[in-house]
T-cell receptor, first 114, second 109 residues
Framework: DVKVTQSSRYLVKRTGEKVFLECVQD?????MFWYRQDPGLGLRLIYF???????EKGDIPEGYSVSREKKERFSLILESASTNQTSMYLC?????????????FGPGTRLTVT | GQNIDQPTEMTATEGAIVQINCTYQ??????LFWYQQHAGEAPTFLSY??LDGLEEKGRFSSFLSRSKGYSYLLLKELQMKDSASYLC??????????WGAGTKLIIKP
């Protein structure tokens, strides 16, 4: 079974702090994604990566950066956390290529910025 | 713009059948996914449609009409554990997933 793990289930940070969210997948997937999920809104893509050291902006990249130094690990960084970044953050992975492979999700990190 | 529409919330009775609709307007189409998400948990894959017609998988079926930009998820013999949100997502011409806001399904005994 594909397993996607995220470093924390719950996180509370103060405004202005630098925040690191880690995601690891164990199925050798090429693609990895970071989403945020807010009530009443669909999943919104922050960043994605198709390969090691490769990253692409999603729909809402402002205030975030990412790092993919190893194939299995994709990190989301909030350079200076703000209250409007309070949200559920979901990491996902999938096989690569142009086939429409399903995405496998981690359990999510509920981040609160105070 | 790209848009996925689903009802916000639906209520159904245990043992009954419910149909959750999804309409989409996207730049291109490379498949439609349905995911289930229980409260506080990650979404899990349910079904994938790329050709018109019905795909059946146990108690769950998914239908697609590309010409109408329309899909539905049909859940039969509803169980209490089916209480969850159901997310519709379309892969566009760039193979990016566009997500609907989800339909919260409440099952009553």
């Amino acid at each position: 079974d594909v397993k996607v793990t995220q470093s924390s289930r719950y996180l509370v940070k103060r405004t202005g702090e630098k925040v690191f969210l880690e995601c690891v997948q164990d199925m050798d997937h090429e693609n990895m994604f970071w989403y945020r999920q807010d009530p009443g809104l669909g999943l919104r893509l922050i960043y994605f990566s198709y390969d090691v050291k490769m990253k692409e902006k999603g729909d809402i990249p402002e205030g975030y950066s990412v790092s993919r130094e190893k194939k299995e690990r994709f990190s989301l960084i909030l350079e200076s956390a703000s209250t409007n970044q309070t949200s559920m953050y979901l990491c996902a992975s999938s096989l690569g290529g142009t086939e429409a492979y399903e995405q496998y999700f981690g359990p999510g990190t509920r981040l609160t910025v105070t | 713009g790209q848009n996925i529409d689903q009802p916000t919330e639906m209520t159904a009775t245990e043992g009954a059948i419910v149909q959750i609709n999804c309409t989409y307007q996207t730049s291109g189409f490379n498949g439609l996914f349905w995911y289930q998400q229980h409260a506080g948990e990650a979404p899990t894959f349910l079904s994938y449609n790329v050709l018109d017609g019905l795909e059946e998988k146990g108690r769950f079926s998914s239908f697609l009409s590309r010409s109408k930009g329309y899909s539905y998820l049909l859940l039969k013999e509803l169980q209490m554990k089916d209480s969850a949100s159901y997310l519709c997502a379309v892969k566009d011409s760039n193979y990016q997933l566009i997500w609907g806001a989800g339909t919260k399904l409440i099952i009553k005994p």
